[in-house]
Protein backbone atom coordinates (compact mmCIF):
# COMPACT_ATOMS: atom_id res chain seq x y z
CA UNK A 1 0.00 0.00 0.00
CA UNK A 2 1.01 3.80 0.06
CA UNK A 3 1.42 4.82 3.19
CA UNK A 4 -0.31 8.45 4.36
CA UNK A 5 2.31 10.68 5.86
CA UNK A 6 0.29 10.34 8.87
CA UNK A 7 -1.63 6.97 9.90
CA UNK A 8 -1.44 3.28 10.24
CA UNK A 9 -1.40 1.12 7.98
CA UNK A 10 0.93 -2.19 6.90
CA UNK A 11 3.09 -3.34 3.85
CA UNK A 12 3.84 -6.55 2.72
CA UNK A 13 7.61 -7.84 2.41
CA UNK A 14 9.38 -9.67 0.13
CA UNK A 15 9.23 -12.86 2.37
CA UNK A 16 4.80 -12.25 2.62
CA UNK A 17 5.18 -10.91 5.86
CA UNK A 18 2.68 -8.30 6.92
CA UNK A 19 4.48 -5.44 8.88
CA UNK A 20 1.78 -3.73 10.23
CA UNK A 21 2.72 0.14 10.93
CA UNK A 22 0.92 2.97 13.74
CA UNK A 23 2.11 6.38 13.74
CA UNK A 24 3.21 8.12 16.94
CA UNK A 25 2.08 11.88 17.73
CA UNK A 26 4.76 11.88 20.44
CA UNK A 27 7.44 9.74 21.87
CA UNK A 28 7.06 7.80 24.66
CA UNK A 29 8.37 8.86 28.13
CA UNK A 30 8.24 5.90 29.87
CA UNK A 31 11.30 4.60 28.85
CA UNK A 32 14.53 6.28 28.63
CA UNK A 33 15.72 7.03 25.16
CA UNK A 34 18.73 9.23 23.22
CA UNK A 35 18.01 12.18 22.74
CA UNK A 36 18.32 14.14 19.07
CA UNK A 37 21.75 15.57 19.87
CA UNK A 38 23.30 12.19 21.61
CA UNK A 39 22.28 11.05 18.12
CA UNK A 40 23.49 13.36 15.97
CA UNK A 41 26.89 13.21 17.60
CA UNK A 42 26.88 9.04 17.37
CA UNK A 43 26.09 10.20 13.83
CA UNK A 44 29.33 12.40 13.10
CA UNK A 45 31.08 9.57 14.28
CA UNK A 46 29.94 6.93 11.41
CA UNK A 47 30.05 9.49 9.03
CA UNK A 48 33.43 9.56 9.41
CA UNK A 49 33.61 5.75 9.35
CA UNK A 50 31.32 4.81 6.39
CA UNK A 51 32.09 8.11 4.38
CA UNK A 52 34.30 7.21 0.72
CA UNK A 53 35.97 10.37 -0.59
CA UNK A 54 36.99 11.24 -3.88
CA UNK A 55 40.55 11.32 -3.33
CA UNK A 56 40.25 7.94 -1.72
CA UNK A 57 38.16 6.75 -4.43
CA UNK A 58 41.37 7.01 -7.04
CA UNK A 59 43.58 5.37 -5.30
CA UNK A 60 41.32 1.96 -4.73
CA UNK A 61 40.72 2.25 -8.77
CA UNK A 62 44.60 2.71 -9.30
CA UNK A 63 45.08 -0.25 -7.29
CA UNK A 64 42.48 -2.11 -8.76
CA UNK A 65 43.83 -1.56 -12.11
CA UNK A 66 46.98 -3.13 -11.00
CA UNK A 67 45.51 -6.31 -9.88
CA UNK A 68 43.86 -6.36 -13.41
CA UNK A 69 47.19 -6.31 -15.31
CA UNK A 70 48.93 -8.61 -13.06
CA UNK A 71 45.64 -10.87 -13.63
CA UNK A 72 46.10 -10.99 -17.13
CA UNK A 73 49.67 -11.58 -16.52
CA UNK A 74 49.81 -14.70 -14.38
CA UNK A 75 47.45 -16.87 -13.48
CA UNK A 76 46.24 -18.37 -9.45
CA UNK A 77 46.37 -14.61 -8.83
CA UNK A 78 44.25 -13.54 -5.66
CA UNK A 79 42.04 -11.72 -7.79
CA UNK A 80 41.72 -14.02 -11.04
CA UNK A 81 41.39 -12.83 -14.32
CA UNK A 82 39.72 -15.76 -16.16
CA UNK A 83 39.42 -16.06 -20.05
CA UNK A 84 36.20 -17.57 -20.35
CA UNK A 85 36.06 -18.24 -24.27
CA UNK A 86 33.31 -16.45 -25.18
CA UNK A 87 34.70 -14.77 -28.66
CA UNK A 88 33.45 -11.75 -29.71
CA UNK A 89 29.79 -9.85 -29.21
CA UNK A 90 26.74 -11.32 -30.04
CA UNK A 91 25.23 -10.44 -33.24
CA UNK A 92 21.59 -10.29 -32.65
CA UNK A 93 20.92 -12.93 -34.89
CA UNK A 94 21.27 -16.03 -32.31
CA UNK A 95 18.29 -18.10 -32.19
CA UNK A 96 17.31 -20.94 -30.70
CA UNK A 97 16.13 -22.61 -27.09
CA UNK A 98 18.47 -23.27 -24.35
CA UNK A 99 18.04 -24.25 -20.95
CA UNK A 100 20.07 -21.94 -18.30
CA UNK A 101 20.83 -23.41 -14.66
CA UNK A 102 21.55 -19.97 -12.37
CA UNK A 103 23.05 -21.91 -8.89
CA UNK A 104 22.56 -18.25 -6.62
CA UNK A 105 23.52 -17.40 -3.27
CA UNK A 106 19.62 -18.00 -1.89
CA UNK A 107 17.54 -20.12 -5.01
CA UNK A 108 18.46 -22.73 -7.75
CA UNK A 109 16.89 -20.98 -10.52
CA UNK A 110 16.18 -23.24 -13.61
CA UNK A 111 15.04 -21.38 -16.89
CA UNK A 112 14.17 -22.16 -20.98
CA UNK A 113 14.70 -19.34 -22.75
CA UNK A 114 14.00 -18.87 -26.42
CA UNK A 115 16.19 -17.11 -28.43
CA UNK A 116 14.67 -15.24 -31.11
CA UNK A 117 17.01 -13.13 -32.65
CA UNK A 118 17.36 -9.50 -32.55
CA UNK A 119 17.11 -8.97 -28.68
CA UNK A 120 14.57 -10.71 -28.40
CA UNK A 121 13.82 -13.74 -26.07
CA UNK A 122 11.57 -15.64 -24.06
CA UNK A 123 11.91 -16.85 -21.11
CA UNK A 124 10.19 -20.05 -18.54
CA UNK A 125 11.72 -20.21 -15.61
CA UNK A 126 11.17 -21.96 -11.70
CA UNK A 127 12.97 -21.69 -8.53
CA UNK A 128 13.98 -24.04 -5.68
CA UNK A 129 14.68 -23.21 -2.44
CA UNK A 130 18.19 -23.78 -1.36
CA UNK A 131 18.77 -24.89 2.32
CA UNK A 132 22.15 -23.75 4.58
CA UNK A 133 22.36 -27.65 4.84
CA UNK A 134 22.50 -28.24 1.07
CA UNK A 135 25.26 -24.80 0.73
CA UNK A 136 27.53 -26.86 3.49
CA UNK A 137 26.93 -30.50 2.46
CA UNK A 138 29.54 -32.24 0.19
CA UNK A 139 29.58 -30.99 -3.52
CA UNK A 140 28.36 -33.94 -5.64
CA UNK A 141 25.26 -33.91 -2.78
CA UNK A 142 24.79 -30.26 -4.02
CA UNK A 143 25.20 -30.89 -7.89
CA UNK A 144 22.68 -34.42 -7.40
CA UNK A 145 20.13 -31.66 -6.04
CA UNK A 146 20.39 -28.99 -9.05
CA UNK A 147 20.37 -32.21 -11.87
CA UNK A 148 17.25 -33.31 -9.81
CA UNK A 149 15.87 -29.97 -9.85
CA UNK A 150 16.41 -29.38 -13.65
CA UNK A 151 14.85 -32.88 -14.17
CA UNK A 152 11.79 -31.38 -12.52
CA UNK A 153 11.48 -28.53 -14.98
CA UNK A 154 12.07 -30.77 -17.88
CA UNK A 155 9.26 -32.57 -16.93
CA UNK A 156 6.95 -30.02 -15.89
CA UNK A 157 7.32 -27.99 -18.44
CA UNK A 158 7.25 -31.15 -21.26
CA UNK A 159 10.82 -29.76 -22.51
CA UNK A 160 12.98 -31.12 -24.88
CA UNK A 161 16.79 -32.22 -23.30
CA UNK A 162 18.54 -29.46 -25.26
CA UNK A 163 21.78 -27.50 -24.86
CA UNK A 164 22.18 -26.94 -21.28
CA UNK A 165 24.67 -24.19 -19.71
CA UNK A 166 25.65 -23.97 -16.65
CA UNK A 167 25.80 -19.97 -14.92
CA UNK A 168 26.99 -21.44 -11.96
CA UNK A 169 26.29 -17.92 -9.65
CA UNK A 170 26.79 -14.76 -10.05
CA UNK A 171 30.90 -13.72 -9.72
CA UNK A 172 31.66 -17.01 -8.85
CA UNK A 173 35.47 -17.89 -9.59
CA UNK A 174 36.25 -20.34 -12.36
CA UNK A 175 39.30 -21.09 -13.69
CA UNK A 176 38.89 -22.31 -17.34
CA UNK A 177 41.10 -23.64 -19.66
CA UNK A 178 38.05 -24.25 -22.26
CA UNK A 179 34.12 -22.99 -22.19
CA UNK A 180 33.23 -26.55 -20.78
CA UNK A 181 34.96 -27.07 -18.08
CA UNK A 182 35.87 -24.63 -14.82
CA UNK A 183 37.77 -25.54 -12.18
CA UNK A 184 36.34 -23.81 -8.97
CA UNK A 185 38.95 -21.79 -7.40
CA UNK A 186 36.61 -20.90 -4.52
CA UNK A 187 33.18 -20.46 -2.81
CA UNK A 188 31.24 -17.34 -2.84
CA UNK A 189 28.00 -16.03 -1.98
CA UNK A 190 27.51 -18.37 1.52
CA UNK A 191 28.65 -21.37 0.04
CA UNK A 192 30.83 -23.83 1.54
CA UNK A 193 30.10 -27.47 -0.01
CA UNK A 194 33.23 -29.80 0.59
CA UNK A 195 35.09 -31.66 -1.77
CA UNK A 196 34.58 -29.07 -4.86
CA UNK A 197 37.18 -26.35 -4.47
CA UNK A 198 40.14 -27.01 -7.01
CA UNK A 199 37.70 -29.29 -8.58
CA UNK A 200 36.11 -29.33 -11.89
CA UNK A 201 32.25 -28.25 -11.10
CA UNK A 202 31.32 -28.90 -14.91
CA UNK A 203 32.64 -32.59 -14.48
CA UNK A 204 31.09 -32.95 -11.29
CA UNK A 205 27.52 -31.32 -12.72
CA UNK A 206 28.01 -33.81 -15.99
CA UNK A 207 28.33 -36.63 -13.04
CA UNK A 208 25.03 -35.84 -11.80
CA UNK A 209 22.98 -34.78 -15.19
CA UNK A 210 23.96 -38.44 -16.31
CA UNK A 211 22.15 -39.97 -13.23
CA UNK A 212 18.60 -37.69 -14.64
CA UNK A 213 18.73 -36.97 -17.76
CA UNK A 214 20.94 -36.96 -21.07
CA UNK A 215 22.00 -33.94 -22.19
CA UNK A 216 24.54 -31.66 -23.55
CA UNK A 217 26.79 -29.13 -21.31
CA UNK A 218 28.32 -26.32 -21.30
CA UNK A 219 30.36 -23.79 -18.85
CA UNK A 220 30.52 -20.80 -18.56
CA UNK A 221 30.80 -17.48 -16.14
CA UNK A 222 29.86 -13.61 -15.49
CA UNK A 223 31.83 -11.52 -18.35
CA UNK A 224 32.68 -8.40 -16.74
CA UNK A 225 33.87 -6.92 -19.85
CA UNK A 226 36.09 -7.96 -22.99
CA UNK A 227 39.31 -7.93 -23.25
CA UNK A 228 42.01 -7.73 -26.36
CA UNK A 229 43.85 -11.29 -26.91
CA UNK A 230 46.99 -9.39 -27.48
CA UNK A 231 46.92 -8.31 -23.63
CA UNK A 232 46.29 -11.69 -22.06
CA UNK A 233 49.77 -13.06 -21.91
CA UNK A 234 48.88 -16.55 -20.14
CA UNK A 235 46.71 -17.84 -23.11
CA UNK A 236 49.08 -16.49 -25.61
CA UNK A 237 50.20 -20.47 -26.03
CA UNK A 238 46.87 -21.83 -27.16
CA UNK A 239 47.64 -19.95 -30.25
CA UNK A 240 44.13 -17.90 -30.62
CA UNK A 241 44.18 -14.77 -33.17
CA UNK A 242 45.96 -11.80 -30.91
CA UNK A 243 43.22 -9.15 -32.81
CA UNK A 244 40.42 -11.37 -31.24
CA UNK A 245 38.03 -10.23 -27.95
CA UNK A 246 37.57 -12.51 -25.51
CA UNK A 247 35.11 -12.16 -22.51
CA UNK A 248 36.82 -12.05 -19.03
CA UNK A 249 35.30 -13.07 -16.24
CA UNK A 250 36.90 -10.67 -13.48
CA UNK A 251 36.21 -11.66 -9.89
CA UNK A 252 36.75 -8.69 -7.90
CA UNK A 253 35.02 -10.29 -4.89
CA UNK A 254 38.36 -11.37 -3.47
CA UNK A 255 40.05 -7.67 -3.82
CA UNK A 256 42.01 -6.73 -1.13
CA UNK A 257 43.68 -3.70 -0.75
CA UNK A 258 45.05 -1.56 2.18
CA UNK A 259 43.06 1.48 1.05
CA UNK A 260 39.64 -0.10 1.11
CA UNK A 261 37.56 1.35 3.70
CA UNK A 262 36.94 -1.47 6.38
CA UNK A 263 35.94 -0.44 9.59
CA UNK A 264 35.82 -2.81 12.74
CA UNK A 265 32.70 -4.09 11.64
CA UNK A 266 33.70 -5.25 8.17
CA UNK A 267 36.26 -7.00 10.25
CA UNK A 268 33.62 -8.79 12.71
CA UNK A 269 32.26 -9.80 9.52
CA UNK A 270 35.20 -11.25 7.94
CA UNK A 271 36.42 -13.29 11.12
CA UNK A 272 32.81 -14.13 11.90
CA UNK A 273 32.02 -15.87 8.33
CA UNK A 274 32.35 -18.92 6.58
CA UNK A 275 35.68 -17.68 4.80
CA UNK A 276 37.80 -15.29 7.07
CA UNK A 277 40.33 -13.63 5.47
CA UNK A 278 38.66 -14.13 1.89
CA UNK A 279 36.49 -12.22 -0.26
CA UNK A 280 37.00 -9.15 1.17
CA UNK A 281 35.66 -6.73 -1.14
CA UNK A 282 32.46 -8.89 -1.59
CA UNK A 283 31.85 -8.33 2.02
CA UNK A 284 31.86 -4.77 1.72
CA UNK A 285 29.42 -4.34 -1.22
CA UNK A 286 27.44 -7.38 -0.80
CA UNK A 287 23.36 -7.10 0.23
CA UNK A 288 24.34 -10.23 2.31
CA UNK A 289 26.22 -8.24 4.51
CA UNK A 290 24.86 -4.64 4.53
CA UNK A 291 22.30 -5.65 7.04
CA UNK A 292 24.96 -7.37 9.48
CA UNK A 293 27.25 -4.47 9.51
CA UNK A 294 24.13 -1.85 10.61
CA UNK A 295 22.94 -4.09 13.14
CA UNK A 296 26.85 -4.44 14.56
CA UNK A 297 27.33 -0.75 14.77
CA UNK A 298 23.23 -0.97 16.89
CA UNK A 299 24.73 -3.57 19.44
CA UNK A 300 27.60 -1.44 19.93
CA UNK A 301 25.57 1.62 20.77
CA UNK A 302 23.01 -0.81 23.16
CA UNK A 303 26.27 -2.27 24.95
CA UNK A 304 27.12 1.29 25.55
CA UNK A 305 24.24 2.36 27.03
CA UNK A 306 23.12 4.45 24.24
CA UNK A 307 19.43 2.85 22.64
CA UNK A 308 16.80 1.07 24.18
CA UNK A 309 17.76 0.99 27.56
CA UNK A 310 15.33 -0.69 29.80
CA UNK A 311 14.23 -3.13 27.21
CA UNK A 312 15.08 -6.72 26.18
CA UNK A 313 17.45 -6.33 23.10
CA UNK A 314 17.82 -10.26 22.78
CA UNK A 315 16.32 -10.13 19.14
CA UNK A 316 19.09 -8.19 17.60
CA UNK A 317 22.12 -10.32 19.33
CA UNK A 318 21.78 -13.01 16.74
CA UNK A 319 24.31 -12.45 13.46
CA UNK A 320 21.87 -11.48 10.46
CA UNK A 321 18.94 -11.11 11.75
CA UNK A 322 19.06 -7.48 10.43
CA UNK A 323 17.95 -8.14 6.65
CA UNK A 324 19.55 -5.74 3.85
CA UNK A 325 15.70 -5.46 2.97
CA UNK A 326 15.30 -3.26 5.79
CA UNK A 327 18.21 -1.00 4.87
CA UNK A 328 15.80 -0.24 1.79
CA UNK A 329 12.72 0.19 3.40
CA UNK A 330 14.33 2.55 5.92
CA UNK A 331 15.54 4.52 2.95
CA UNK A 332 12.35 4.43 0.99
CA UNK A 333 10.51 5.46 4.23
CA UNK A 334 7.96 8.59 3.01
CA UNK A 335 6.34 9.22 6.30
CA UNK A 336 7.20 12.28 8.58
CA UNK A 337 7.47 9.96 11.87
CA UNK A 338 9.04 6.90 10.11
CA UNK A 339 6.58 4.58 10.22
CA UNK A 340 8.46 1.89 8.03
CA UNK A 341 11.27 2.12 10.53
CA UNK A 342 8.17 1.98 13.73
CA UNK A 343 7.31 -1.38 12.01
CA UNK A 344 10.73 -3.17 11.36
CA UNK A 345 11.69 -2.76 15.18
CA UNK A 346 8.74 -3.14 17.21
CA UNK A 347 7.52 -6.20 14.78
CA UNK A 348 10.53 -7.89 14.34
CA UNK A 349 12.92 -6.67 17.38
CA UNK A 350 10.08 -5.62 20.19
CA UNK A 351 11.81 -2.74 20.89
CA UNK A 352 10.34 1.11 20.75
CA UNK A 353 12.00 4.31 18.87
CA UNK A 354 12.08 7.58 18.96
CA UNK A 355 12.13 9.65 16.50
CA UNK A 356 15.39 10.62 16.80
CA UNK A 357 16.15 6.75 16.60
CA UNK A 358 15.10 6.68 13.53
CA UNK A 359 16.52 9.05 12.30
CA UNK A 360 19.76 8.24 12.63
CA UNK A 361 18.80 4.34 11.78
CA UNK A 362 18.09 5.47 8.19
CA UNK A 363 21.01 8.53 8.15
CA UNK A 364 23.29 5.04 9.18
CA UNK A 365 21.75 3.00 6.36
CA UNK A 366 22.46 5.90 3.84
CA UNK A 367 25.87 5.42 4.81
CA UNK A 368 26.22 2.34 4.35
CA UNK A 369 24.48 1.62 0.93
CA UNK A 370 25.67 4.62 -0.18
CA UNK A 371 29.59 3.70 0.17
CA UNK A 372 28.65 -0.25 -0.95
CA UNK A 373 27.40 2.04 -4.51
CA UNK A 374 30.72 3.87 -4.40
CA UNK A 375 32.92 0.89 -3.96
CA UNK A 376 31.24 -0.95 -7.13
CA UNK A 377 31.90 2.53 -9.00
CA UNK A 378 35.60 2.55 -7.83
CA UNK A 379 35.31 -1.59 -9.79
CA UNK A 380 33.63 -0.28 -12.74
CA UNK A 381 35.97 2.71 -13.01
CA UNK A 382 38.80 0.76 -13.19
CA UNK A 383 37.79 -1.39 -16.39
CA UNK A 384 36.75 1.92 -17.83
CA UNK A 385 39.78 3.68 -17.36
CA UNK A 386 42.25 0.54 -18.44
CA UNK A 387 40.05 0.04 -21.66
CA UNK A 388 40.67 3.83 -22.19
CA UNK A 389 36.30 4.33 -22.59
CA UNK A 390 36.19 7.37 -21.02
CA UNK A 391 36.22 9.80 -23.91
CA UNK A 392 33.67 7.75 -25.81
CA UNK A 393 31.49 7.12 -23.47
CA UNK A 394 30.33 3.70 -22.29
CA UNK A 395 26.94 1.54 -21.06
CA UNK A 396 27.50 -0.96 -18.51
CA UNK A 397 25.34 -3.90 -17.72
CA UNK A 398 24.44 -4.06 -13.89
CA UNK A 399 21.83 -6.82 -12.30
CA UNK A 400 21.39 -7.92 -8.62
CA UNK A 401 19.14 -7.40 -5.75
CA UNK A 402 21.19 -3.95 -4.56
CA UNK A 403 21.37 -2.52 -8.39
CA UNK A 404 17.96 -3.21 -9.04
CA UNK A 405 15.66 -2.62 -5.41
CA UNK A 406 18.24 -0.61 -3.67
CA UNK A 407 16.48 3.26 -3.74
CA UNK A 408 19.50 5.18 -5.12
CA UNK A 409 21.68 3.02 -5.96
CA UNK A 410 22.15 3.48 -9.59
CA UNK A 411 22.10 7.18 -8.85
CA UNK A 412 25.03 6.83 -6.33
CA UNK A 413 27.62 4.26 -8.53
CA UNK A 414 27.07 7.64 -11.39
CA UNK A 415 27.70 9.89 -8.72
CA UNK A 416 30.77 7.88 -7.26
CA UNK A 417 31.73 7.84 -11.54
CA UNK A 418 31.84 11.74 -11.64
CA UNK A 419 33.64 11.96 -7.96
CA UNK A 420 35.98 9.79 -9.98
CA UNK A 421 36.54 11.07 -13.70
CA UNK A 422 35.19 14.63 -13.13
CA UNK A 423 31.89 15.58 -15.43
CA UNK A 424 33.60 12.73 -18.07
CA UNK A 425 32.06 9.82 -15.87
CA UNK A 426 28.88 11.14 -17.15
CA UNK A 427 29.75 8.95 -20.34
CA UNK A 428 29.23 6.13 -18.65
CA UNK A 429 25.96 4.86 -17.79
CA UNK A 430 24.71 2.16 -16.60
CA UNK A 431 21.77 -0.02 -17.35
CA UNK A 432 19.60 -3.04 -16.02
CA UNK A 433 20.93 -6.12 -17.89
CA UNK A 434 17.76 -8.07 -18.01
CA UNK A 435 18.41 -11.61 -16.57
CA UNK A 436 22.33 -12.08 -17.43
CA UNK A 437 22.47 -15.59 -15.99
CA UNK A 438 19.30 -16.76 -17.31
CA UNK A 439 19.07 -15.16 -21.19
CA UNK A 440 22.75 -14.25 -21.07
CA UNK A 441 23.83 -17.50 -20.47
CA UNK A 442 21.69 -18.85 -23.34
CA UNK A 443 23.05 -16.12 -25.69
CA UNK A 444 26.58 -17.47 -24.74
CA UNK A 445 25.27 -21.09 -25.35
CA UNK A 446 24.24 -19.95 -28.83
CA UNK A 447 26.93 -18.21 -29.47
CA UNK A 448 29.48 -21.13 -28.58
CA UNK A 449 27.38 -23.29 -30.92
CA UNK A 450 27.82 -21.47 -33.84
CA UNK A 451 31.61 -20.82 -33.19
CA UNK A 452 31.88 -24.71 -32.52
CA UNK A 453 29.77 -25.18 -35.60
CA UNK A 454 32.09 -22.86 -38.21
CA UNK A 455 34.90 -24.98 -36.55
CA UNK A 456 36.81 -21.62 -34.54
CA UNK A 457 38.70 -22.67 -31.75
CA UNK A 458 36.69 -25.79 -31.10
CA UNK A 459 39.51 -27.18 -28.73
CA UNK A 460 38.41 -24.64 -26.45
Not at 120 to 138: A, G, P, V
Not at 331 to 340: A, I, V
Not at 424 to 441: F, L, M, Q, Y
Amino acid sequence: MVLSRRGSGSITLSTGQTLAIHTRTQDDDDLPHATKKTMADHLRKYESLFTLTPQRMRMIVEAFKETLELGLQKPEQTVPMIPTFVFGWPSGKEQGDFLAVDLGGTNLRVCLVTVQGEGKFEITQSKYRLTEEQKQDDGQKLFDFCAECLKTFIDTNNTDEGGIHLQPGEKLPLGQSKIDHGVLIRWTKGFGAGNTEGHDVAEMFRKSLEKYIACIFGTGCNAAYMEHVSNIDKIKNLGIDENADIAINWSFDSFEHENLPRTKYDIIVDETSNKPGEQAFEKLISGRYLGEILRLVICELIDEGVLFLGQNTYKLENAYVFDTAFLSLMESDPTDELLMIIGIFSHFFAVETTLAERQFFRALAKLIGRRAARLSACGIAAIVSKMEYLDEGCAVGADGSLYNKYPGFADRIHEGLVDIFGDKGRNIVTHHAEDGSGVGSAIIAAMTKIRKDAGLYVEV
